[in-house]
């Protein structure tokens, strides 16, 4: 390839799209703050959630939410459609680390990413995390274990069909509630209620995205070094 | 601080750009992500900077980790032929490898050679994904079919190996590198065994069941320093044409066969070619 030439169209590709938000950031003042100022204002005494942003994304904008997660499904079933076809091919897996030192510290961090997640989606109704955060670095801590017990152990002990299954059945499960609100056509005003409704809503997120992630890394790791 | 840690996300950003390894592509890109997630912390979104963090430096690292790490190799497979290709002290020398070293460094690759028989190796291109069959190769006829054929970088005498007084014989010749396309006269192509290893022509011509060997000097030499018995001094050798080498690739590597070939034609033109065969071959 013009190797050569690649990084000078990276290049003005990178200053291009620089110019362009630069752009947009000097020009654009946005003029209507009362929606954010309405959120900002209320929020607590509506809600009972410290947490700005969680109160909004699990209450006022659950639709969004749920969206994003749909977005995330999506992503998730391309990478295990695509790791189907060429499945019979497998080959390669990512067996356990050389390095004694990388097995020892792994087995030693992985419960303390694991919970960092857990409770990161668990306390997100009271401080920054919350259920995408969460869920991504449990996902990822199972990524850390299975560099200490290999990858096929961990697949053994996380089933993966089951685990999809589980993911559907968490999101059919979060729809179901975003719809119950829809059709019962007002919020949870009780405060004590909703914090509960909150955390749950945040570890279902947390649940369905670290299973999300899960899928994905193991494809990667299953499917590693198919051309 | 803020102000300093703006002005360094499109410095990274071009760092990212510039590296020639794919890998140090994607540490940066994870340092480009740790900065932005401290900006976001800075900016009063911690919520976000925590997404950030957990998604951009340690997810899509890893993913592009894991993707990356069995890429970025040039996959041989090679016969082990003295002077060409060989293990010595744990390192692999010879002319095939000085070769393909210089053209993987070139392309920013790991050389993985895996060592085979001859007829393995061919196979090997097709169903363990190698991309460059190496090794003193000269290919069958149907091997040009199967593979694509470099320019030849080397070429060596190809002898006879008779018995006294078997002379007109009526038992087959044996081979192990296919010579029909060799630079030879035309009757010795009638008749010709092509057996798998060097092993077994020799035992072959040991029990008689072949009453000629017609094999490359390099070969030969092999047979000779392995086996170092009486058989082949008592027997007549003679020169009966020359051979070329060539390196075979797989039809599915298109663009590292028009790399290879070129590397190769660099090499011939200049005195880098003559001076590797040299130094092996004297």
């Known amino acids: ?227 | 601080m803020l102000i300093f840690l703006l002005a360094l996300t499109p410095l990274i950003a071009i760092v990212v750009l510039i590296q020639h390894r794919l890998l140090n592509a994607v540490i940066a890109m994870g340092v480009f992500s740790l900065i932005v997630s401290c900006i976001y912390f800075m900016l009063g979104a911690p919520d976000v900077a925590i997404t950030e963090g957990a998604i951009g430096v340690a997810f899509v690292t890893f993913i592009y980790v894991i993707a990356l790490s069995d890429q970025g190799k040039l996959k041989v497979v090679a016969e082990e032929v003295p002077r060409f290709l060989f293990r010595e002290g744990g390192k692999i020398k010879g002319i095939d490898a000085e070769i393909l070293l210089e053209f993987a460094h070139q392309l920013d690759l790991k050389l993985d050679i895996e060592f085979a028989s001859r007829s393995e190796s061919t196979i090997k291109i097709g169903t363990e994904e190698k991309e460059i069959v190496a090794g003193a190769f000269h290919p069958t006829e149907r091997e040009r079919d199967d593979l694509m054929i470099t320019h030849k970088y080397a070429q060596l005498d190809l002898v006879k190996v008779t018995r006294e007084g078997v002379e007109g014989s009526t038992l087959p010749w044996g081979t192990v590198v296919d010579i029909k396309g060799a630079d030879l006269p035309g009757k010795i192509r009638e008749n010709l065994t092509v057996l798998p290893t060097t092993e077994e022509l020799y035992r072959a011509y040991k029990k008689k069941k072949i009453g000629t060997i017609v094999i490359d000097s390099i070969r030969l030499n092999k047979l000779l320093i392995k086996k170092g018995d009486r058989l082949f001094q008592e027997h007549k050798l003679e020169k009966i044409g020359t051979i070329s080498y060539f390196f075979g690739v797989g039809k599915n590597s298109q663009q590292i066969y028009r790399k290879l070939n070129g590397f190769i034609e660099k090499l011939n033109s200049t005195n880098a070619m003559e001076s590797i065969r040299e130094k092996y071959l004297k």
Request: glycine share 12%; no cysteine.
């Open chain 1, 1 to 227: 390839m013009n190797s050569k030439f690649k990084p000078v169209y990276s290049l003005f590709i990178l200053v291009l799209f620089g110019g362009m938000v630069i752009g947009i950031l000097a020009t654009h003042t946005p003029t209507d703050h009362r929606t954010g100022e309405l959120y900002m204002s209320n929020e607590r005494s509506k809600t009972g959630i410290p947490n700005v942003v969680t109160a909004i994304y699990t209450n006022y904008r659950l639709y969004d939410t749920i969206l994003e997660l749909f977005v995330f499904s999506t992503a998730v079933l391309g990478v295990s459609f695509f790791g189907k076809i060429s499945q019979n091919q497998t080959t390669g897996s990512l067996q356990s680390a050389e390095s004694q030192v990388i097995k020892a510290s792994s087995s030693l961090l992985f419960p303390v990413i694991a919970l960092l997640g857990v409770y990161l989606a668990f306390s997100g109704h009271l401080g920054p995390g919350g259920g995408f955060a969460g869920g991504a670095i449990a996902g990822t801590s199972i990524l850390v274990i299975s560099l200490s017990v290999g990858a096929d152990e961990v697949g053994r002990r996380f089933h993966e069909q089951r685990m999809k299954k589980t993911e559907y059945g968490i999101i059919s499960f979060i729809l179901l509630l975003g719809f119950a609100s829809f059709l019962a056509d007002k919020h949870i005003t009780t405060p004590g209620l909703n914090v509960i409704y909150t955390i749950t809503m945040n570890m279902l997120i947390g649940l369905k995205v670290f299973i999300g992630t899960w899928v994905v890394l193991h494809f990667f790791i299953k499917h590693r070094g198919e051309a």
